[in-house]
């Protein structure tokens, strides 16, 4: 008898799911794209300082 009486997820319940987890996604990218960021940045920082001291 309590077999019957599980909850079955409505479609909306289903679409929430659906989207939470696809919205976690889309935030590791989003952390992953801004540590990329910072990295390029850094980079771009060194090249600078060793172009500065070949001028030098």
Do not use: C, G, T
């Amino acid at each position: 008898m309590e077999e019957y009486l599980q909850v079955i997820p409505s479609k909306l319940e289903i679409i929430k799911q659906n989207f939470e987890r696809k919205n976690l996604e889309l935030e590791r990218k989003i952390e992953w794209l801004e540590e990329e960021k910072m990295h390029l940045r850094l980079d771009a920082d060194v090249q600078k300082l060793e172009a500065e001291k070949l001028r030098e």
